[in-house]
Protein backbone atom coordinates (compact mmCIF):
# COMPACT_ATOMS: atom_id res chain seq x y z
CA UNK A 1 0.00 0.00 0.00
CA UNK A 2 1.15 3.72 -0.85
CA UNK A 3 0.57 6.41 2.13
CA UNK A 4 1.75 9.71 2.51
CA UNK A 5 1.95 11.16 5.92
CA UNK A 6 2.28 14.93 6.59
CA UNK A 7 1.71 15.06 10.28
CA UNK A 8 1.85 18.40 10.76
CA UNK A 9 -2.31 19.82 9.79
CA UNK A 10 -1.37 23.23 10.63
CA UNK A 11 1.92 25.58 11.68
CA UNK A 12 1.93 29.31 12.22
CA UNK A 13 5.04 31.40 12.18
CA UNK A 14 6.10 35.13 12.03
CA UNK A 15 7.74 36.41 9.14
CA UNK A 16 11.39 35.76 8.90
CA UNK A 17 11.20 32.69 11.32
CA UNK A 18 12.52 29.31 9.00
CA UNK A 19 10.09 26.83 9.07
CA UNK A 20 10.36 22.70 7.96
CA UNK A 21 7.11 20.46 6.77
CA UNK A 22 7.29 16.98 7.48
CA UNK A 23 6.53 14.21 4.69
CA UNK A 24 7.08 10.38 5.58
CA UNK A 25 6.30 7.60 2.98
CA UNK A 26 5.01 4.35 2.33
CA UNK A 27 5.83 2.46 -0.47
CA UNK A 28 7.28 -0.99 -1.52
CA UNK A 29 8.27 0.26 -5.20
CA UNK A 30 11.95 0.43 -5.91
CA UNK A 31 11.60 3.12 -8.02
CA UNK A 32 9.18 6.12 -7.14
CA UNK A 33 8.74 9.83 -7.32
CA UNK A 34 8.08 12.45 -4.62
CA UNK A 35 6.60 15.71 -5.11
CA UNK A 36 5.90 18.74 -3.53
CA UNK A 37 2.87 21.00 -4.35
CA UNK A 38 1.68 24.54 -3.18
CA UNK A 39 -1.85 25.20 -2.78
CA UNK A 40 -2.32 29.34 -2.42
CA UNK A 41 -5.99 30.81 -0.70
CA UNK A 42 -6.52 31.15 -4.49
CA UNK A 43 -6.83 27.76 -5.34
CA UNK A 44 -4.70 26.48 -7.65
CA UNK A 45 -1.98 23.68 -7.04
CA UNK A 46 1.28 24.58 -7.98
CA UNK A 47 4.38 22.63 -8.72
CA UNK A 48 7.68 22.89 -6.41
CA UNK A 49 9.55 20.12 -7.05
CA UNK A 50 10.33 16.54 -7.88
CA UNK A 51 12.26 13.67 -6.67
CA UNK A 52 12.98 10.14 -7.90
CA UNK A 53 13.80 7.40 -5.41
CA UNK A 54 17.61 7.20 -6.64
CA UNK A 55 18.45 10.43 -6.30
CA UNK A 56 18.71 11.64 -2.87
CA UNK A 57 20.55 14.38 -3.26
CA UNK A 58 19.20 17.49 -1.60
CA UNK A 59 17.72 20.25 -3.24
CA UNK A 60 17.91 23.75 -2.80
CA UNK A 61 15.79 26.66 -4.64
CA UNK A 62 16.49 30.64 -3.58
CA UNK A 63 14.26 30.41 0.14
CA UNK A 64 12.97 27.10 -0.21
CA UNK A 65 15.33 23.78 0.60
CA UNK A 66 14.20 20.31 0.58
CA UNK A 67 16.04 16.69 2.57
CA UNK A 68 15.10 13.51 1.24
CA UNK A 69 16.33 10.61 2.94
CA UNK A 70 15.18 7.22 2.38
CA UNK A 71 16.89 5.23 4.87
CA UNK A 72 13.92 7.41 6.93
CA UNK A 73 10.99 7.53 3.71
CA UNK A 74 10.98 11.08 4.28
CA UNK A 75 11.09 14.07 2.11
CA UNK A 76 11.04 17.23 4.34
CA UNK A 77 10.72 20.65 3.27
CA UNK A 78 12.38 23.82 4.64
CA UNK A 79 11.41 27.32 4.04
CA UNK A 80 14.04 29.64 5.04
CA UNK A 81 13.04 33.77 6.18
CA UNK A 82 9.13 32.60 5.64
CA UNK A 83 7.44 35.28 4.03
CA UNK A 84 3.66 36.10 4.12
CA UNK A 85 3.07 34.86 0.77
CA UNK A 86 4.52 31.49 1.65
CA UNK A 87 0.92 31.23 3.51
CA UNK A 88 -0.80 28.39 1.72
CA UNK A 89 -1.66 24.44 2.03
CA UNK A 90 1.60 22.69 0.58
CA UNK A 91 1.17 18.80 -0.29
CA UNK A 92 3.43 16.01 -0.52
CA UNK A 93 2.84 13.35 -2.73
CA UNK A 94 4.34 9.98 -4.01
CA UNK A 95 4.11 8.39 -7.11
CA UNK A 96 2.61 4.95 -7.72
CA UNK A 97 2.75 2.23 -10.63
CA UNK A 98 -0.67 2.21 -12.01
CA UNK A 99 -1.99 1.44 -15.41
CA UNK A 100 -0.51 3.70 -17.89
CA UNK A 101 0.64 6.82 -16.31
CA UNK A 102 0.70 5.99 -12.56
CA UNK A 103 -1.38 7.83 -9.95
CA UNK A 104 -0.29 10.50 -7.61
CA UNK A 105 -1.22 9.94 -3.29
CA UNK A 106 -1.39 13.28 -1.77
CA UNK A 107 -0.94 13.61 1.66
CA UNK A 108 -3.77 15.33 3.68
CA UNK A 109 -1.55 18.63 3.36
CA UNK A 110 -0.11 21.16 6.15
CA UNK A 111 -1.73 24.78 6.38
CA UNK A 112 1.04 27.24 7.07
CA UNK A 113 0.09 30.69 8.04
CA UNK A 114 3.16 33.06 8.01
CA UNK A 115 2.10 36.60 10.03
CA UNK A 116 3.55 39.39 9.40
CA UNK B 1 1.48 31.89 -21.12
CA UNK B 2 0.76 28.66 -21.67
CA UNK B 3 -1.79 27.39 -19.07
CA UNK B 4 -5.05 25.37 -17.88
CA UNK B 5 -8.16 27.32 -17.72
CA UNK B 6 -11.07 26.32 -15.65
CA UNK B 7 -14.36 27.44 -16.10
CA UNK B 8 -16.58 29.00 -14.62
CA UNK B 9 -14.32 29.32 -11.55
CA UNK B 10 -17.68 29.66 -9.32
CA UNK B 11 -20.84 26.91 -10.13
CA UNK B 12 -24.18 27.01 -8.64
CA UNK B 13 -26.56 24.23 -9.32
CA UNK B 14 -29.66 22.46 -7.74
CA UNK B 15 -30.05 19.23 -6.40
CA UNK B 16 -30.28 16.46 -9.16
CA UNK B 17 -29.69 18.94 -11.70
CA UNK B 18 -26.77 18.17 -14.24
CA UNK B 19 -23.79 20.01 -14.14
CA UNK B 20 -20.83 20.25 -16.47
CA UNK B 21 -17.61 21.99 -15.79
CA UNK B 22 -15.09 22.68 -18.78
CA UNK B 23 -10.90 22.74 -18.56
CA UNK B 24 -8.95 24.07 -21.68
CA UNK B 25 -5.06 23.62 -21.84
CA UNK B 26 -2.74 25.18 -24.03
CA UNK B 27 -0.02 23.00 -23.06
CA UNK B 28 -0.32 20.62 -25.93
CA UNK B 29 0.16 17.77 -23.06
CA UNK B 30 -1.59 14.32 -23.65
CA UNK B 31 -2.29 13.19 -20.13
CA UNK B 32 -5.61 15.67 -18.42
CA UNK B 33 -6.80 14.60 -15.25
CA UNK B 34 -9.90 15.38 -12.44
CA UNK B 35 -10.20 15.56 -9.52
CA UNK B 36 -12.27 16.28 -6.55
CA UNK B 37 -11.26 18.52 -3.50
CA UNK B 38 -13.13 18.92 -0.57
CA UNK B 39 -12.79 21.21 2.35
CA UNK B 40 -9.26 20.92 4.16
CA UNK B 41 -9.19 17.02 2.64
CA UNK B 42 -6.10 16.53 -0.38
CA UNK B 43 -7.16 16.43 -3.95
CA UNK B 44 -9.16 12.70 -5.08
CA UNK B 45 -8.52 11.90 -8.45
CA UNK B 46 -11.88 10.85 -10.26
CA UNK B 47 -10.62 9.80 -13.47
CA UNK B 48 -7.92 10.80 -16.14
CA UNK B 49 -7.10 10.66 -19.76
CA UNK B 50 -4.34 9.22 -21.88
CA UNK B 51 -4.71 10.86 -25.36
CA UNK B 52 -8.49 9.75 -25.92
CA UNK B 53 -7.98 6.27 -23.70
CA UNK B 54 -10.01 7.14 -20.46
CA UNK B 55 -8.75 5.81 -16.97
CA UNK B 56 -11.82 5.70 -14.21
CA UNK B 57 -10.60 5.56 -10.52
CA UNK B 58 -12.43 2.28 -8.78
CA UNK B 59 -14.02 4.72 -6.46
CA UNK B 60 -15.03 7.27 -8.49
CA UNK B 61 -19.33 7.55 -8.86
CA UNK B 62 -20.92 6.44 -12.09
CA UNK B 63 -22.77 9.91 -11.17
CA UNK B 64 -19.09 11.47 -12.36
CA UNK B 65 -18.26 11.28 -16.15
CA UNK B 66 -15.94 13.02 -18.26
CA UNK B 67 -15.39 13.87 -22.03
CA UNK B 68 -12.16 15.02 -23.87
CA UNK B 69 -13.39 15.58 -27.47
CA UNK B 70 -9.74 16.54 -28.29
CA UNK B 71 -6.31 17.38 -26.94
CA UNK B 72 -7.22 21.11 -25.66
CA UNK B 73 -10.17 20.34 -23.91
CA UNK B 74 -11.80 18.33 -21.22
CA UNK B 75 -15.30 18.10 -19.89
CA UNK B 76 -16.53 16.82 -16.22
CA UNK B 77 -20.07 16.22 -16.06
CA UNK B 78 -22.02 15.48 -12.63
CA UNK B 79 -25.55 13.73 -13.73
CA UNK B 80 -27.44 14.30 -10.30
CA UNK B 81 -25.48 16.04 -8.25
CA UNK B 82 -26.10 15.45 -4.94
CA UNK B 83 -25.03 17.44 -1.91
CA UNK B 84 -21.93 15.36 -1.13
CA UNK B 85 -20.99 16.64 -4.35
CA UNK B 86 -20.43 20.34 -3.07
CA UNK B 87 -16.41 20.73 -3.44
CA UNK B 88 -13.74 22.12 -5.83
CA UNK B 89 -13.33 20.15 -8.53
CA UNK B 90 -9.15 20.74 -10.42
CA UNK B 91 -7.91 19.92 -13.77
CA UNK B 92 -4.53 19.15 -14.41
CA UNK B 93 -2.50 18.03 -17.48
CA UNK B 94 0.83 16.66 -18.04
CA UNK B 95 2.70 15.38 -20.33
CA UNK B 96 2.61 11.28 -20.78
CA UNK B 97 4.52 9.22 -17.75
CA UNK B 98 7.16 6.80 -18.59
CA UNK B 99 6.84 2.86 -17.23
CA UNK B 100 3.52 3.28 -15.73
CA UNK B 101 4.99 5.24 -13.20
CA UNK B 102 3.51 9.18 -12.66
CA UNK B 103 7.10 10.92 -12.96
CA UNK B 104 5.80 14.05 -14.94
CA UNK B 105 4.69 16.98 -12.67
CA UNK B 106 1.00 18.01 -12.94
CA UNK B 107 -0.14 21.36 -14.17
CA UNK B 108 -3.03 22.67 -12.47
CA UNK B 109 -6.33 25.25 -13.54
CA UNK B 110 -7.61 26.87 -10.89
CA UNK B 111 -9.82 25.13 -9.82
CA UNK B 112 -14.28 25.45 -9.81
CA UNK B 113 -15.80 25.82 -7.03
CA UNK B 114 -19.07 23.88 -7.15
CA UNK B 115 -22.30 24.10 -4.81
CA UNK B 116 -25.51 22.41 -5.12
CA UNK B 117 -28.91 24.26 -3.69
Known amino acids: AQKVTQAQTEISVVEKEDVTLDCVYE???????LFWYKQPPSGELVFLIR??????QNEISGRYSWNFQKSTSSFNFTITASQVVDSAVYFC?????????????FGKGTKLSVKP | DAMVIQNPRYQVTQFGKPVTLSCSQT?????MYWYQQKSSQAPKLLFH???????NEADTPDNFQSRRPNTSFCFLDIRSPGLGDAAMYLCATSRESTGGIMDQPQHFGDGTRLSIL
Open chain 2, 27 to 31: LNHNV
Open chain 1, 93 to 105: ALSEVKGSQGNLI
Open chain 1, 27 to 33: TRDTTYY
Open chain 2, 49 to 55: YYDKDFN
Open chain 1, 51 to 56: RNSFDE
